[in-house]
């Protein structure tokens, strides 16, 4: 199965790990990105909320959007080898959208008094959908701007999945709306002293007795100066939208084994095909594993019942009977068999040409540079073939359509 996410890392420009909140998009973008740098593609993560110690192993210790790199010889250090460095670099979005900004306002003069704005400061990052547009925005500058052989994308912990898809076109939709536009040119009437939004009018002096009424001109203020960027933003939204459609952007969706993320996904998954854009394959990720160690290796259990411990917050006590072990053992066994439930569920669920990577829980959260390489080494696996005959039919992976 997971020759699939071999395949698409080899022929796709872009891929763009997607799904609910929490499910290890950040981390799975990451261990794609040591995958690709295993089979010798020079690629870019862009990565928009690592941990702590993923974005320490990664090397991104400053949060801004220089780009590092992990050399082929940093790689070796951890025992790695790999056929090319690999890029990474957080998505800020303050910053492309301050060069958004500045690339589409007619001179400096205007786009100095956009950035200057305050209503610009304050409101560029938390402007609904703002994160979201920027973050695609970004992809596209570095799609036309660098020559990687593939950019993977980590998409931000949006409160629903689909914000990203939505944010471009509602941001053409708000730029591009007469009614929008009818009130800023009343907007342009106020500054030569006419118009409804004049500071004599009906409206303005309604608006007056109340406090808001100054950030209510002054946000409009900022809408007239920002006016001037629309056609930009407008053709940004759709040249990004054209970009997420192409032949060499796949997406993939990420789900955890629960039916809230994997609802959410599925979701996403329909609302791709209708946006024909590519479902390149789905990540089922933390699936816990069927173990027997509880019963052949008490103290690999007994370490691993003190993580659950830890993790929790409590104190283990001394020393965790047999009875506790196998406890463990029983819970983990049904934990297990429920999520290869949910796997066989989801399979069937998204049918059988689509791919459906499962990604194990691991022990301990994947921060590091062995641990993405043994993630990548799960996700992109391909069997070796048993005798020099090729498989059935049946289980040959699906071909996906390559630009190249
Ligand atoms: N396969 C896995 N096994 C164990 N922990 C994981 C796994 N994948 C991700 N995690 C952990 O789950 C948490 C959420 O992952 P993250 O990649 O930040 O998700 P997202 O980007 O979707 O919000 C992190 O603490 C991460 O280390
Ligand atoms: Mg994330």
Not at 18 to 29: D, F, L, M, P, Q
Request: glycine share 6%; proline share 5%.
């Amino acid at each position: 199965m997971s020759q699939a996410l071999h395949n698409l890392i080899d022929a796709k420009r872009v891929l763009v790990c997607v799904g609910a909140g929490g499910v290890g998009k950040t981390t799975i973008s990451a261990a794609i990105g040591v995958a690709a740098a295993m089979q010798g593609r020079r690629a870019l993560v862009l990565t928009v909320d690592p941990a702590r110690r993923l974005a320490d192993a990664l090397g991104i210790a400053a949060f801004d959007e220089h780009i590092q790199t992990l050399s082929v010889e940093t790689f070796a250090q951890h025992g790695i080898t790999v056929g090319a460095p690999l890029d990474v670099a957080m998505l800020d979005i303050k910053s492309t959208f301050d060069r958004t900004v500045t690339r589409l306002a007619p001179d400096d003069a205007t786009s100095q008094s956009i950035l200057d704005n305050r209503f610009y400061q304050q409101g560029s990052t938390v402007l609904t959908g703002s994160q979201e547009y920027m973050a695609m925005a970004r992809l596209y500058e570095v799609v036309t701007e660098t020559s990687y052989d593939l950019i993977v994308l980590d998409t931000p912990p949006s409160a629903h999945a689909l914000d990203f898809l939505d944010a471009p076109q509602r941001m053409i939709d708000l730029f591009g709306s007469s009614a929008f536009r009818m009130l800023l040119r009343s907007l342009q009437r106020s500054n030569e002293g006419t118009g409804m939004f004049s500071k004599r009018s009906l409206v303005m002096r309604g608006l007056g007795r109340f406090t808001s009424a100054e950030s209510f001109t002054g946000l409009l203020e900022f809408f007239g100066l920002l006016s001037s960027t629309f056609d930009g933003f407008i053709q940004t939204g759709e040249d990004v939208m054209a970009l997420l459609r192409s032949r060499r952007t796949a997406f993939l969706v990420v789900s955890a084994c629960d039916e809230t993320s994997t609802r959410e996904g599925l979701f996403l998954n329909t609302r791709l095909v209708q946006e024909q854009m590519e479902v390149g394959g789905w990540v089922l990720n933390r699936v816990q594993a069927y173990s027997d160690a509880a019963l052949t290796q008490p103290d690999a259990t007994r370490a691993a019942l003190r993580d659950t411990f830890d993790s929790a917050g409590l104190t283990l006590p001394t020393a965790p009977s047999m009875e506790t072990i196998l406890h463990v053992a029983t819970v983990l066994g049904q934990m297990a068999a429920r999520d290869h439930t949910h796997l066989a569920q989801l399979r069937e669920r998204v049918g059988a040409d689509q791919a459906v990577v499962s990604v194990p829980r691991s022990r301990h959260e994947p921060t590091h540079l062995t641990e993405l390489t043994a993630l990548a080494q799960i996700l992109t696996y391909v069997a070796p073939a048993a005798t020099p005959t090729p498989p059935p039919a049946a289980t040959e992976p699906r071909p996906h359509p390559s630009a190249r």
